[in-house]
């Protein structure tokens, strides 16, 4: 029966506040304009240690590992360590103005600066200088942010359409020479 009304609460919560909110009731910290596409469960069982300022970006898929439970291999050598709180826990900072994509990992400890594209599927395993472009596994810089605008910039694609449908059908013209 808690489990139902536990159930019952997270949804009357997370549906009357927003993934955000719901997130900063939960404990962690987020700053304003972020955008949170990844599940909640994704900010792992310690949201409380998850720090991300104003203007950020998370993608579908990423996840926030607070804690490393590995440490548990050696509970028979330290009893400290039988108990489910005997593990590795370290914080996890986010800067302003940061774009992580899908399905990256940030472990334990990782602070990533300001300004900063994290690629999708990347692995953080160490701090990120703030002005970077990271990818890969593990998260290596790729360029700066500077030189990713440029490459945007000149990468952009210009586009007419104003609905989906329309979208679609110039997409299509464009990229395959057909049109819908």
């Given at each position: 029966m808690k489990r139902v009304a536990g159930f019952v609460k997270y949804l009357f919560l997370r549906v009357?506040?927003?993934?955000?909110?719901?997130?900063?009731?939960?404990?962690?910290?987020?700053?304003?304009?972020?955008?949170?596409i990844t599940p909640i469960i994704n900010f792992g069982s310690?949201?409380?240690?998850?720090k991300i300022g104003n203007g950020v970006t998370v993608t579908h898929g990423v996840k926030f590992v607070t804690?490393?439970?590995?440490?548990?291999?050696?509970?028979?050598?330290?009893?400290?360590?039988?108990?489910?709180?005997?593990n590795k826990f370290g914080p996890i900072s986010i800067g302003s103005n940061v774009f992580i994509g899908v399905n990256a990992i940030?472990?334990?400890?990782?602070?990533?600066?300001?300004?900063?594209?994290?690629g999708a599927?990347?692995?953080?395993n160490k701090d990120v200088k703030s002005g970077t472009v990271v990818?890969?596994?593990p998260a290596k810089e790729v360029c700066s942010i500077a030189e990713y605008e440029?490459?945007?910039?000149?990468?952009?694609?210009?586009?007419?359409?104003?609905?989906?449908?329309e979208?679609?059908?110039?997409l299509t013209e464009r990229f395959w020479g057909r049109s819908l």
């Open positions: 009357s506040l927003g993934k955000v909110r719901y997130l900063r009731y939960l404990g962690a910290q987020i700053g304003d304009g972020c955008e949170v310690e949201p409380w240690l998850v804690h490393d439970a590995s440490t548990r291999l050696f509970r028979n050598k330290y009893s400290e360590m039988n108990s489910r709180f005997g940030v472990l334990p400890g990782v602070s990533i600066g300001d300004n900063v594209v994290v599927g990347s692995l953080v990818a890969g596994v440029e490459k945007c910039v000149r990468n952009l694609i210009l586009v007419k359409a104003e609905t989906s449908i979208l679609r059908r110039e």
